[in-house]
């Protein structure tokens, strides 16, 4: 007698189809809100072809004691100075760059790195608008004014002992 040899076939994994996730936006009516920054993360966004910052706001209500909505912005960085830029890089003309000097109170010192943590842990007055899509959602559009100051930013110490390079001969004056 030959034994049947059993082939397994498919399996039934769950009883519901696969599950898939998406990014939840809430939508808000558009307005002035007094919102806090409660998170900022930089990414490269292969669509655009960018790096780009991700603002998360907590859209209060008049009194600013409730969260009506979660609310993204984006702060584009610019376009990318070469195909291959594996390191963010603001330009100029960047809307980043542009909030980043608004949020610091002033440009940038040359040892800054823009760093998005300037954005974070402040109150802000901001403008939220929906976006016209299939599934609308609100997004912070403009950031009016922030109600809170700058975190301090690291102070880079010089030094007044070594005196001043002299432009005529190059040498340190005293």
Same mark, same amino acid.
């Given at each position: +007698?030959?034994?049947?040899?059993?082939?397994? =076939?498919?399996?039934?994994?769950?009883?519901?189809?696969a599950e898939i996730t998406h990014d939840v936006y809430d939508r808000i009516a558009p307005g002035i809100y007094l919102a806090y920054c409660r998170a900022?993360?930089?990414?490269?966004?292969?669509?655009?072809?960018?790096?780009?910052?991700?603002?998360?706001?907590?859209?209060?209500?008049? =009194?600013?004691?409730?969260?009506?909505?979660?609310?993204?912005? $984006?702060?584009?960085?610019? #376009?990318? #100075?070469?195909?291959?830029?594996?390191?963010?890089?603001?330009?100029?003309?960047? &809307?980043?760059?542009?909030? $980043?000097?608004?949020?610091?109170?002033?440009?940038?010192?040359?040892?800054?790195?823009?760093?998005?943590?300037?954005?974070? #842990?402040?109150? !802000?007055?901001?403008?939220?608008?929906?976006?016209?899509?299939?599934?609308?959602?609100?997004?912070? !559009?403009?950031?009016?004014?922030?109600?809170?100051?700058?975190?301090?930013?690291?102070?880079? +110490?010089? &030094?007044?002992?070594?005196?001043?390079?002299?432009? #005529?001969? =190059?040498?340190?004056?005293?």
């Amino acid at each position: +007698m030959t034994s049947a040899r059993w082939k397994p =076939g498919p399996e039934l994994v769950c009883e519901r189809g696969a599950e898939i996730t998406h990014d939840v936006y809430d939508r808000i009516a558009p307005g002035i809100y007094l919102a806090y920054c409660r998170a900022a993360r930089v990414y490269w966004d292969p669509q655009f072809k960018r790096w780009t910052c991700l603002l998360r706001w907590d859209a209060l209500n008049e =009194g600013g004691m409730r969260v009506l909505g979660r609310v993204a912005q $984006w702060l584009s960085f610019g #376009k990318a #100075k070469n195909r291959d830029s594996n390191k963010p890089h603001a330009s100029r003309r960047a &809307s980043y760059w542009r909030e $980043w000097n608004r949020a610091n109170g002033a440009p940038p010192s040359r040892a800054d790195r823009l760093s998005p943590s300037v954005f974070t #842990k402040r109150m !802000a007055t901001v403008e939220v608008r929906d976006v016209n899509n299939p599934s609308p959602y609100s997004v912070v !559009a403009l950031i009016v004014s922030y109600e809170t100051p700058a975190p301090p930013s690291h102070v880079v +110490m010089q &030094s007044h002992s070594q005196g001043r390079r002299s432009r #005529k001969h =190059g040498w340190n004056e005293v």
